[in-house]
């Protein structure tokens, strides 16, 4: 006796509830953006442009954010030389452009 088999839409539809059960809402958004292009490039009807999104794919050239470069030797000496001078930490994180606790980082053993 042949066992029936189930239609793909309903397979695909049995699998897809398996695969997002329980994700995060945002890792659910990309499986279901992802499900819609490959549907779409299966039938032959994708767009690349037209349905990609801006935000998904794209290079960040100009972060939102200054680099965390640590401060170079030259600055440590300079840093350590006006705290030990008795300026205060603020003032100085200000000058070097760093972070408060960077500054208090190099400068809490003098």
């Given at each position: 006796?042949?066992?029936?088999?189930?239609?793909?839409?309903?397979?695909?539809g049995?699998f897809?509830?398996?695969?997002?059960?329980?994700?995060?809402?945002?890792?659910?958004?990309?499986?279901?953006?992802?499900?819609?292009?490959?549907?779409?490039?299966?039938?032959?009807?994708y767009?690349?442009?037209?349905t990609?999104?801006?935000?998904?794919?794209?290079?960040?050239t100009?972060?939102?954010?200054?680099?965390?470069?640590?401060?170079?030797?030259?600055?440590?000496?300079?840093?350590?030389?006006?705290?030990?001078?008795?300026e205060?930490?603020?003032?100085?994180?200000?000058?070097?452009?760093?972070?408060?606790?960077?500054?208090?980082?190099?400068?809490?053993?003098?």
């Amino acid at each position: 006796m042949k066992k029936p088999h189930l239609s793909k839409q309903r397979d695909v539809g049995l699998f897809r509830r398996v695969l997002l059960n329980g994700l995060k809402p945002n890792l659910q958004h990309r499986f279901e953006h992802l499900e819609v292009v490959w549907d779409q490039a299966r039938r032959g009807v994708y767009d690349g442009e037209a349905t990609r999104k801006q935000s998904d794919f794209d290079v960040v050239t100009e972060p939102s954010r200054p680099p965390r470069t640590p401060p170079t030797p030259e600055e440590v000496d300079a840093i350590r030389t006006a705290r030990t001078s008795g300026e205060s930490v603020r003032s100085i994180a200000a000058r070097f452009n760093k972070h408060r606790s960077t500054i208090w980082r190099y400068t809490k053993d003098i």
